[in-house]
């Protein structure tokens, strides 16, 4: 009780501290957006400013390796959180920040310049106008940036975005350290001068500055761009692993750091209701959160006059997205779409937690998936020691429930009673002996979609983290580039 209300205070605190910038309008953050899901933007800022509009230290900029600035403020990072009204499951859409899109007022450009273009020319706009004030400018002409930089993305992918949240680097590396670090794994040693990324090969646990160097890299990468989308994808997977599973949000000191680096290095938009978006998240958990990148097409394409820059087509990633998302009744003035058969309510009182004591990555995650498919409550997720059977524990008198997972899942695992699982819960232990029902994911970290999903699904792309290759999610470590 005490570190429930300890925790509810903070964030409350929390709440009462953040900036908020009117990027959106009034539609933005309400309760529960009426195409059945929230779609959230999320930006990675190359700011040498703190949301305040003060100016980092000389100091300061030298310890965060942020190089020279070129007098633009770019998005370095764009990723679309896209998460059901229920909040039981996300998907994170990373667009690469060099992706070539038609920017609106200004044609085809790469996709991290649409914040500067606005915000330099709101400046100008503004200076025009007798503006002089330095921090009325900065504030004014960032919500021009931001505003056309929301735009664009919708005009991409054809989502509507309810929410915006921006970060920048310092407050980057200060959340970094307030979470106690995350776990991250690499293929082989890197050792690059432009990040200052210097790792070894293997599992490393990091934060602040080394933090930054690991998803800035981009230089000696195989793939460029598209590997440092991964390193992103598989941070932000580890940080949310973090948060959801390691008691960050009722660990007093932790909480503590972690609110005073969000109040000062975090932009929301106006009108978000951050606190209710936190109550309904919170039966997220690791394995079903999964993270994606958009289709490419080319990724040494010449433009014009922006150098190379990633080639997409917009139809492709409509299409994907879409798939990814699911039917959305009324889009774009179409009738709805027929939705998947709905669940067995009689199951919703049994909440499932399941570990992956197998050798393949991501299988706690997708069985998850499949049994709140099947009516289920999602519990947690997490990786468990090396076994070769499959078990089903559940407390005294649980054996009906555990039965009905046993055959949710089409396995003939033993069912076993044990006095550490909590009542209503059944505990799933996944042994290399387990194999996926007929129409199940085969564990590699994703349920297969709907038959109408699969049908929406754009061709394969040559190349790509999410495309082809399979996606990150929120449980276990994969080691990447």
């Known amino acids: 009780m005490g570190l429930t209300g300890y925790a509810w205070a903070s964030l ?82 990373s667009l690469p920040r060099d992706s070539y899109v038609d920017i609106p007022g200004y044609g085809k450009h790469k996709i991290n310049s649409a914040y500067a273009r606005a915000m330099l020319q709101a400046r100008k706009d503004l200076q025009a106008q007798g503006v002089t004030d330095p921090k009325e400018l900065d504030v004014k002409a960032n919500q021009a940036g931001a505003r056309l930089l929301i735009s664009t993305i919708q005009e991409l992918t054809g989502s509507t975005i309810d929410n915006y949240a921006a970060i920048n680097l310092l407050g980057f590396s200060d959340i970094t350290k307030a979470v106690g670090g995350v776990d991250v794994c690499l293929k082989n040693n890197v050792d690059d001068d432009y990040s200052g990324a210097n790792f070894t090969k293997g599992q490393h646990t990091i934060s602040g500055v080394e933090a930054l160097e690991f998803v800035r890299q981009r230089h000696g990468l195989p793939r460029g761009d598209l590997d440092r989308v991964v390193r992103q994808q598989v941070f932000m997977a580890g940080m949310a692993r973090k948060v959801l599973s390691a008691g960050t949000l009722t660990d007093p000191s932790k909480l503590n750091a972690l609110v005073d680096a969000i109040k000062k290095s975090v932009v929301l938009n106006q009108n978000w209701d951050i606190f209710n978006f936190a109550q309904q998240m919170k039966g997220l958990t690791g394995g079903q959160l999964e993270f994606r990148t958009i289709p490419v097409d080319n990724v040494e394409y010449r433009t014009p006059n922006d150098g190379v820059a990633v080639k997409v087509d917009p139809a492709k990633v409509k299409a994907f997205v879409q798939a990814l998302a699911g039917p959305q009744a009324g889009a774009d003035g179409a009738p709805a779409q027929q939705q998947p058969p709905k669940p067995d309510e009689s199951h919703k009182d049994t909440t499932v937690d399941v570990r992956n004591a197998s050798d393949r990555t991501g299988l706690a995650a997708s069985v998850s998936k499949q049994l709140v498919d099947k009516g289920f409550t999602a519990g947690d997720t997490d990786n468990a020691s090396s076994r070769k059977t499959t078990v089903i524990w559940v407390p005294s008198g649980g054996e009906a429930a555990g039965q009905a997972v046993a055959d949710a899942l089409g396995t003939k695992a033993t069912v076993q009673e044990d006095k550490s699982v909590p009542k209503g819960h059944v505990k799933v232990y996944l042994g290399s002996d387990y194999q996926p029902s007929a129409g199940a994911s085969s564990g590699t970290g994703a349920a297969q979609a709907p038959p109408a999903q699969q049908q929406a699904a754009p061709p394969s792309t040559p190349t790509g983290p999410g495309t082809d290759d399979q996606p990150i999610t929120a449980d276990g470590v994969p080691c990447v580039n």
């Open 12 to 93: 409350q605190g929390l709440v009462n501290g953040l900036n908020y910038s009117d990027v959106i309008g009034e539609g933005g953050g309400g309760d529960k957006p009426a195409d059945g899901a929230r779609d959230i933007l999320l930006v990675g800022l190359d700011s040498r400013t703190d949301m305040q509009g003060n100016p980092l230290s000389p100091e300061l900029l030298a310890q965060l390796r942020a190089g020279e600035s070129d007098g633009e403020l770019n998005t370095d990072t764009l990723i679309l959180v896209h998460i059901p009204n229920d909040g039981s499951k996300a998907v994170a859409l």
